[in-house]
DNA sequence: TCAAAAGTGTTCGATATACACCCATGC
DNA sequence: GCATGGGTGTATATCGAACACTTTTGA
């Protein structure tokens, strides 16, 4: 038997992203609950099943710990360092969290979107879970803090290729303003208002509702829904 | 023990390709030197070994197929689909090829370039190798005919993101008909040749030479190359 | 002189950018 | 009435698309 070929558990592990207070937020776990250290954090995820392929597996992890069936997932990359975990610290944990002994772990990225608002269900491992802004994350173990980088790079990647999947972070309902800021926070740039209500205006698939803010001490601004079926009877009209 | 964690080998399959005929090609080797069925082909690919990173295993299979250190190469999706080697046949190779009895085999797949009119050195396990139209591909075992149309949707991505990888796939000389080829056949739509001319010329980093084609029967053409150095200094210009 | 491919400019429409003021609301 | 954010139009620049003829070379 040829030993040296690596023989592993492999995991999928998700960056689920949510938006709010104009930045992008993580959503992230406890890895242990007994450990009050704030700092004990990480990026949901499970090692797969031998009769589950890996975009089920993401699809499980989303759902134990949002109880949303289906949520919009993208696998972007597998990370397969032979040193991401082999920390003392990680080493210890995926040895109490699982029982085999692990001594090398492959994982399986993905990307996912979440309305921040929405009440989530979690019926996971996973006690304690916590929304974070990208930009005060704190050192995680493994190697999730590059994992999420790489998700930072992907997301923009993914709305290019499909700018329908931006409308998954913002609610049912939501104002041009929200959108905006969003855009400008995806890309990191300032995008000129006019412009921008210009190219809402085009995309048809981004309705007017008769409905605006209340009790807001301004201007109410109108509501927007997105139409799946516009937007794909648009798609495929497409040559 | 959670005996029903995966614990399995890990592989990585590379789609290597290369431009000739106005087609792009894809690099398939025999998976077995001793039927001499001529369908028995597959995509180069190992185990990886259980200290190496998944990247390097894919530099490793090029390397000792090619002969090239450090191709161009991209990551671009984990194929883990149960079923994906469960087929009897593909069974029973595993088994021979590599002694260890297989049940399930995940796989991470690779993007690759290669100029095809370069002498390979091939020092792989796979002696026999071939340059095969993506047109004519014909079935091949686990799920590699769904890997490489994957990998046909994701090369065109790639050239978005990144427009100087597709000289990978020209010679180093090249004119301005061979890219003009190249890219309707990667983009597979027609490309008006003036305003061809026009976009060739506002790349900077593709210079023209002192030299043209010689013994052809029409006007020749003038050679150009791809200058790295000037692409990467106006990537780095751009705000 | 013919066949075969190389090379060359202009016009038009669409899209992206720049830019500043009035409107509605709650306090 | 004032502070706060909502909402609007025009002019210019840039980019992509359409379109046909002359040039060079070997046979």
Redesign the pocket.
Known sequence: MATNFIHTYVSVDCVIFGFEHNMLNILLVKRDADMEDAKNLKLPGSLIYDNEDVDDAAQRVLYELTGIKRMTLRQFRCFADPERASSEVDKKWLNKAYQPNIERLITVAYLSLCKINRKLTNVSKYKQTQWLPVTEIPPLPFDHNKIIKDALIEIRTWIDRDPAIIFELLPVKF???QLHKLYETVYNKKI????F???VAAMTYVVSLDE?Q?????????FYKFDRKLYRKQQTTMS
Chains 1, 2 share one sequence.
Do not use: F, Y
């Open positions: 104002t041009v303003s000129d208002i006019r412009n209500h210009k190219k605006r209340t009790n807001v001490s301004h201007r109410a601004a109108r």
